[in-house]
Structures are given as structure tokens and as C-alpha cells.
């Protein structure tokens, strides 16, 4: 499974998987455009429904993060948000979901790792939030280290690895079955979507609020 | 499996503008009106935690001014109660004292009735009595009872009271004095001798003796000297009863 490249601008290439991001971002902005226009204090269906999702993964981030909440809500929840569509959006005839390309899964698993430390040192201040990499001892420093790159790795490979096999055997069990017999790998893709989504946001979720938290976690001597 | 640096890139920068128009579009809105929402809410449960408050004090008010009210009632009921009982009972011993008094009417009413009836009934008894008298001194009387009649009459002139002595002695003033005597029965000439002799010897005066016979009189005479009489028959006597049962009343 090479990636498909649309066009290429001198050394900038616009792969398949960047077009069906700016597709998902349309999507996303168009729906919250939509749905946000016209808030009332009595809400109707719809914007119950969008009060209840949001609603939902703030009270989840609420969970783990008690405190800054808030802070973190729009990374978090725009991670939830962008992944079940991007994941689902594979069952969509003709379209290929985004995170079946390591490059994709990559940049939001980098941008997993700056964010624990922007939002780690943007809660505590840089001394304190670098304090927690040598406690309890500095010997523990470099396994801190490999922690943090070994968890950013693991988030890019699980979730391409998870999504690109998924459309892979989706694939094979289609040209080897026939029209009908697909449907439950189907309804297995959805579920595995939706669970890889989850599973990465909520690691996110738990890296993010392990930085801010690191303070309490480990106080300084 | 490759690698691209560009997609890459193009992601990162995706996903950050994705962040930054979600969080200008949705969240931020979102988050807004739930907040605000949630305000209402809470101010609407104060308000609603107030106006309960507030319900309760004025429901404890109102039940204290319930007893009070209650209170009020039963004395002003106990008074009433009070009244009443003050007034039936002054109107109970007004109607006692008003039939004690109809009682006493009555009683001197049912006393003067049970007189005046004793009163009739004796009158009535006096009557039958000397009509039943008469009836039967009529059926017995005869010249024997005259004659003792005619003796008694005899000894009454003897023992005059002294009053009817001076009143004949004052028909001897007079030139004739009339005397008419009345009998049941016709006088003998024997005892018209000795009753004019009694007579002379009585008044001073002459004497016009007038002898007549009246069997009203059942037995008896019946003597007038002007204006006296003197009776010595049956008839004045049953006259004598009647007279009593009326001078009775």
C-alpha cells in the first residue's frame, strides 16, 4: 500500500491523505459552523446533541484532569473528533482513511508529544516541569527520555498499524467474498475506528495530564 | 509504509488550524452557552431555593397566625358559650318566675273556682235543702204544729229584748194602732183572745186587729205592727236558710 500522491508543488507534495484532511477539516468546520450558529438557551435536537458531545468529552477530560480541564479540551476533543472521522471515513467507497499513512499518524502523535510538554510547562513553569524527569533520581533521567519518545512512537505505529490492516483485510475479504460477506468486517471496521480513536485520544489525554499533574505526582524536595 | 515529510508537515499544520477554528466555531460557543446555561440553572435554583425558603417562612407565618386565629375563635367560642349559657339562663329562671307566677294565677284561680263552686253548691244544697224542708213541712204541718207554733210565738212576746219593748211601747203614742195578723190555718177564737190580751198588755194604745190567712206560710203566724214583724212560721224560717246561703257570699 504506497501512498498516492495527487500533485506536487516543486519539493512540496500533496498526498491523497492531506486532501482528505482538508475534505474532514471542511466537514468539521462546516458541521460546527452549522450547528453553533444559532445557540438558544432552550436547545433543539441538534444542538442537544452537540451540547451532549461535548459535554461528554469535557466531563471525560474532567475525569483525569480535574483542573485544567479546560485548558486541554480543545486539543484533546479536536483529537476525537478528527480521528473517528478520519478512521471511519475509509468506509466511505473510494476514500482512504488519513490515518492508514504513517506520516499522518506520525504528526499527530509529534503533536501528542510537544503539547504534554507545552501544556506540562505552560501549567507549572519550565523548572518545575523538568524537575519531575529527574525524580525520584536522575538516574532515572534517560528512561524518562525513552519513555517519552518510545510512547510517541508507539502512538504513531498503533494507530497506522491498527487502521491500515483493518483496511487491508476489509479489502482482501471483499475481493475474496463477494458483496454480502463484507458486512460484518464492516461493522468490525466502525468498531475498531471508534475503539482506535478513543484509544488515542485517551492516551493523549493521560500523557497530557500526567505533565500538567507531574508536580503533584512528584513534589520537589 | 513510507514516510512523507511533506504530509507530514501538512498534517501538523492541518490539525492546528483544525484546533484553532473548532475552538473559535464550536468549543468556545459551546462551552459558552452551557456555562450560561448552567448559571441559569443555578440561579433559577437559588431563586427557586429562596422562593422555597421564603414559602415555608410564610407557610410557618400563616400557621401561626392559623392557631392564633384557632385561639381567638375558641375563646371568642368559650364567650359565646359563656353568653349563652348567661342568657338561657336568665331567660330559664325569667320563665320559671313567669310560670311560678302563672301558677299562682292559676292556683288563686282554681281556688276562687273551687270556692265560688263550694260557695254554689252550698247555695244549691241550702236551697234543695229548704225546698226539700218546705216539701216536707208542708206534707206534715197541721193545726198541732200552729198551736205550738202560737206558744212559742206566745213566749217570745214574754222575752222581747228590750230594743223591740221600746220600739212598741212607742206605738202607744199613736190613736189606733194597726196589727195584722197572718196564720196558716184559721185562727181560733181562743188563741185570738189570748194573743190580743198579750198585745194590749204590750202597747198602750188601741189596737185594730186584722186577721187573714196565708197557706204560704205553711204553719204558723206572721204578726205586722206598722212597721215591725214579727214571724213565727215555717215560711219565714226556710226564708231564713236561703238568706244564709246567700249572705254567705
Known amino acids: 500500500m504506497e501512498n498516492e500522491f495527487v500533485f506536487s508543488i516543486g519539493p512540496v507534495v500533496i498526498a491523497t ?8 477539516m471542511l466537514v468539521i468546520s462546516v458541521i460546527a459552523w452549522l450547528t453553533t450558529r444559532h445557540l438558544e438557551m432552550l436547545p433543539g435536537k ?50 482512504h482513511s488519513p490515518t492508514r499513512d504513517l506520516s499522518v499518524t506520525s ?6 508529544f510537544f503539547s504534554v510538554h507545552w501544556f506540562g510547562i505552560k501549567t507549572q513553569g519550565l523548572k518545575n516541569y523538568l524537575h519531575h524527569y529527574l525524580s525520584p533520581s536522575p538516574i532515572l533521567l534517560p528512561f524518562h527520555i525513552i519513555s517519552e519518545l518510545t510512547r510517541t512512537l508507539a502512538l504513531a505505529i498503533r494507530l497506522f498499524g491498527n487502521i491500515m490492516s483493518l483496511e487491508m483485510a476489509a479489502m482482501l475479504v471483499l475481493l475474496v467474498a463477494g458483496f454480502l460477506a463484507p458486512i460484518p468486517i464492516l461493522m468490525l471496521h466502525i468498531i475498531e475506528a471508534l475503539v482506535q480513536a478513543y484509544i488515542f485520544g485517551m492516551l493523549a489525554l493521560i500523557y497530557v495530564a500526567g505533565a500538567i499533574q507531574s508536580q503533584h505526582l512528584n513534589p520537589p524536595e | 509504509m513510507e514516510f512523507n515529510l511533506s504530509t507530514f508537515v501538512f498534517e501538523i499544520i ?33 431563586e427557586a431555593k429562596n422562593l422555597k425558603l421564603q414559602a415555608e417562612q410564610q407557610c410557618s407565618l400563616y400557621e401561626n397566625r392559623q392557631k392564633l386565629w384557632d385561639q381567638e375563635k375558641q375563646s371568642a367560642i368559650t364567650a359565646l358559650h359563656r353568653q349563652l349559657e348567661a342568657e338561657r339562663k336568665a331567660h330559664l329562671e325569667k320563665l320559671n318566675a313567669d310560670l311560678e307566677q302563672e301558677r299562682q294565677k292559676a292556683n288563686v284561680l282554681l281556688l276562687k273556682q273551687q270556692r265560688e263552686l263550694q260557695q254554689q253548691s252550698e247555695k244549691q244544697a241550702l236551697l234543695n235543702g229548704a225546698k226539700f224542708a218546705g216539701m216536707l213541712l208542708q206534707q206534715s204541718a197541721g193545726p198541732e204544729l200552729e198551736a205550738r207554733l202560737f206558744t212559742m210565738l206566745m213566749d217570745n212576746l214574754v222575752t222581747l229584748p228590750e230594743a223591740c219593748k221600746l220600739c212598741l211601747t212607742m206605738f202607744g203614742t199613736k190613736k189606733s194602732v194597726p196589727v195584722k195578723i197572718t196564720s196558716a190555718y184559721p185562727l181560733p177564737v181562743e188563741m185570738r183572745l189570748q194573743l190580743e190580751q198579750k198585745l194590749d198588755a204590750l202597747i198602750n194604745s188601741q189596737i185594730n186587729f186584722q186577721y187573714h190567712q196565708n197557706n204560704a206560710l205553711i204553719a204558723g203566724l206572721r204578726m205586722d205592727i206598722g212597721a215591725w214583724v214579727l214571724n213565727a212560721n215555717l215560711q219565714h224560717e226556710l226564708i231564713g236558710f236561703t238568706e244564709i246561703g246567700y249572705e254567705s257570699d
Open chain 1, 17 to 24: 491523505a492531506v486532501i482528505t484532511t482538508w475534505g474532514i
Open chain 2, 14 to 46: 492541518n490539525f492546528l488550524i483544525l484546533i484553532w477554528i473548532l475552538q473559535r466555531l464550536f468549543y468556545k460557543p459551546l462551552l459558552e452557552v452551557i456555562a450560561k446555561r448552567k448559571r441559569f440553572i443555578d440561579q433559577s435554583l437559588s
Open chain 1, 46 to 95: 441538534l444542538q442537544t446533541t452537540v451540547e451532549g458531545i461535548v459535554a461528554a468529552i469535557d466531563e471525560a477530560i474532567s475525569a483525569v484532569a480535574p483542573e485544567h480541564g479546560r485548558l486541554i479540551l480543545p486539543f484533546i476533543a479536536t483529537l476525537w473528533l478528527f480521528l473517528i472521522i478520519a478512521n471511519l471515513i475509509g468506509l466511505i467507497p473510494g476514500l
Open chain 1, 107 to 112: 504528526a499527530l502523535a509529534i503533536l501528542v
